[in-house]
């Protein structure tokens, strides 16, 4: 494996055109946990720049859903349920754990069922956040059959559609994507078309171990060498062109897509993904009459900035100082999945 890692290393020297800039966006906090765990950046040519976009649920998830959350896990009925990183996400109020009351953890969705079969005299809320790879479960556990007292409140985002924005964003200038592999195992590699064929972007879809993601770079300057913008899938193992229909035809079951609110970001045209009107009775937002809540920026964070490329975690003032994943001031450094969080765990540029 070495020698096949260092074969790529060599070649992506080879062929990388030295002429200017290039910018390689990865939308996934795994393949940015690669990237800087084994130290790639630094086996880069001079010129080519390896970004993190955004790849980290958690750090996206709306305030306004946060705070709603908390004000839910405050009543004497009801329970909050909702995924770990989830509990430590900075608002304007605190966080879940911090002021929140009644609230569990769970790792996977279909574990709402035991707490809400333990607790049948209370209102169950979960709290579901994520892209593609959390709302397919999600999905599939209305689909199994919600208890009675289980409602969701849902903070869904699409990752084709904030690609497509950034590459509408001239200050982030992307010249390539590294499609993420765990959404793309849920849309299919055919989701990013869109890239190569309407933008001229090269887009490869890649795994998570530093080989394929080396060959995915590789593929990605071989493209911008020879003058050419295509979709390769280097990940084919488990990556099909059409995704995982199954998984797609029940999310578009219980979900449609509508404007969503990026933290930070702001309102996205069909960004998201929100209950179709014939499962209010299950949408927490509807039962429970919940207000949007307008955001409040924590002073001297940046995460907005670099979940679009903008910058880069060391650029924050906070970074590393008042802030740190034991004591995150702003939603990037919650989650491992976070670009400040892995920055800060094994190191910067
Ligand atoms: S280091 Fe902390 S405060 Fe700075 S951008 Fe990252 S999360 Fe925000």
């Avoid at 556990?141 to 969701?152: A, F």
């Avoid at 409140?153 to 592999?181: C, H, N, R, W, Y």
């Avoid at 933290?263 to 996205?268: A, N, S, T």
């Avoid at 450094?333 to 400040?340: D, K, N, R, T």
């Amino acid at each position: 494996m070495k020698e096949r890692v260092e074969k790529l290393i060599k070649a992506i020297h080879e062929i990388t055109p030295k002429d200017r800039k290039i910018k390689i966006m990865n939308v996934c906090g795994s393949h940015e946990h690669t990237i800087t765990h084994s130290g790639m950046r630094s086996l880069m040519p001079e010129n080519v720049e390896l970004v993190p976009g955004p790849g980290c649920p958690v750090c996206v998830c709306s305030e306004s859903d946060i705070i709603n959350a908390i004000n839910l896990s405050k009543r004497d009925d009801t329970i909050l349920v909702t995924y770990g990183d989830m509990l430590r996400v900075p608002t304007q109020i605190g966080s879940i754990r911090s002021n929140g009351r009644n609230y569990k953890m769970v790792s996977a969705p279909h574990e709402v069922l035991k707490i809400a079969k333990e607790n049948s005299d209370k209102n169950v809320v979960f709290f579901s956040i994520g892209f593609e790879t959390t709302t397919a479960p999600t999905a599939a556990l209305i689909e199994t059959g919600l208890p009675e007292n289980v409602t969701i409140l849902t903070s869904q985002k699409l990752t084709p559609e904030i690609m497509e924005i950034l590459v509408k964003d001239s200050e982030v200038g992307v010249d390539a994507f590294v499609a993420p592999g765990h959404v793309s195992a849920i849309v299919g590699a055919n989701a990013w078309k869109v890239f190569p064929e309407k933008y001229g972007i090269p887009t490869v879809v890649a795994g998570f171990e530093p080989e394929n993601l080396l060959l995915a770079i590789f593929r990605i300057l071989l493209q911008i060498k020879e003058g050419i913008a295509e979709l390769e899938n280097v990940y084919r193992g488990v990556v099909k062109p059409e995704g995982n229909r199954k998984a797609q035809e029940l999310m578009y079951k219980y979900f449609e897509k509508t404007d969503v609110n990026w933290r930070g970001i702001g309102y996205i045209p069909e960004s998201g993904l929100e209950f179709r009107k014939e499962y209010d009775h299950i949408n927490a937002k509807k039962v429970f009459n919940l207000p949007e809540i307008e955001e409040k920026k924590v002073p001297g964070c940046i995460c907005d900035r670099i979940v679009l490329g903008k910058a880069y975690p060391d650029e924050c003032k906070l970074f590393g100082t008042a802030c740190t994943p034991r004591d995150p001031k702003g939603p990037c450094m919650v989650s491992m999945e976070g670009a400040c969080n892995i920055w800060y765990r094994f190191g910067t540029r």
